[in-house]
């Protein structure tokens, strides 16, 4: 009896660890790309972290967990923090589909949102054989190629417009609107900040855009450090651009694959964003921060 109520724990654990609230186990597991995302569940994601305590979630094992780290590293279980950008950061502030249609109208496009999507979706799951990554530098050739399979346009006009208006505040928010707060908390603490993302060079201005910049201590972009997660590299690199030892970061992200993956490939500790953690301030508690 003792050996089934046991497996039933463990059972409960996983499935509880494995999706996320208001998703399908394959989403769950895989995010086509970073501009698709719905990211409407970011302020119910956070809405739900007191409703998420009171429910007894610590029965988990979290509790256990902080426990053991505090009783190796101390108070503070971590020295720094590494971000995901999209999908935990920050997201698109109008669907992708929506934003290529309406640009594009002036420039021939008549594919209607629907469609655009699906296009999208079917050029983005093609493998890019000019290169082991999809972001080189700028991700020109990448976007242009994207922007053309899915809205059948392939104007350098609209193209150009398209890509420029993803380096501006119009076009993307925060996730969390106490993630400055909890940040400053954080680095008064003595806990160091990098992001960490599958990104062109365009997400340093996006941040500077965001006026966000100055919260973080470094920024590992994939299109910089050529790897992307889950390569363990782009890990290691931020790790080494705050001077820490892996074991003493943890990784937050929302794509299990490749930010919990390749975080932990790397040596690094991670939770995963609408799951493990809803919130920064919630990842600020579980650091042993108090905000």
């Known amino acids: 009896m003792a050996l089934m109520a046991t497996t ?16 399908s186990a394959l989403n769950g597991w895989i995010r086509p790309d970073p501009f698709y995302c719905s990211f409407s569940s970011a ?5 739900m972290a007191p409703q ?24 503070i279980t971590h020295k720094a923090l590494l971000v995901d950008a999209v999908g935990t950061l920050l997201a698109p502030s109008q669907p992708m589909a929506q934003i ?20 999208y979706r079917r050029a983005y ?10 972001y080189v530098n700028d991700g020109r050739p990448f976007w242009q190629y994207i922007v053309s ?21 119009k ?4 996730c969390d609107p106490e993630a400055e707060k909890v940040f400053k ?14 990104f062109d060079t365009r997400l340093r201005p996006v941040l500077r855009a965001l006026n966000c910049d100055h919260w973080f201590d470094a920024v590992a972009v994939s299109a910089e450090v050529e790897a992307e997660k889950p390569n363990p590299t782009i890990f290691l690199k931020a790790c080494d651009l705050l001077g820490i030892k892996p074991e003493d970061a943890v990784h937050v992200g929302d794509d299990r694959r490749n930010d919990i993956w390749g975080a932990r490939d790397a040596g690094c500790d991670a939770w995963l964003w609408g799951s493990d953690v809803f919130s920064f301030k919630e990842v600020a508690r579980r650091i042993g921060v108090q905000i």
């Open 149 to 169: 399979s899915s809205t059948g346009c392939s104007d350098s006009q609209y193209f150009e417009e398209l890509y420029n208006y993803y380096t501006t505040d």
């Open 100 to 119: 290529y249609r309406e640009i594009g109208e002036k420039y021939g496009v008549e594919y209607s949102e629907i469609e655009i999507l699906n296009r």
């Open 185 to 198: 908390a954080l680095r008064k603490a003595g806990v160091k900040v990098a992001v960490v993302s599958n």
């Open 8 to 23: 039933r724990t463990k059972l409960y654990r996983l499935l509880t660890r494995t999706l996320r609230p208001g998703c």
């Open 125 to 134: 799951a093609q493998p890019w054989g000019r290169s082991r990554l999809r």
């Open 43 to 47: 302020s119910s994601a956070a809405a």
């Open 52 to 75: 998420r305590e009171a429910m007894g979630f610590e029965v988990l094992g979290v509790k256990d967990y902080e426990d053991y780290r505090r009783s190796l590293y101390g108070e």
């Open 171 to 174: 076009a993307w928010h925060l």
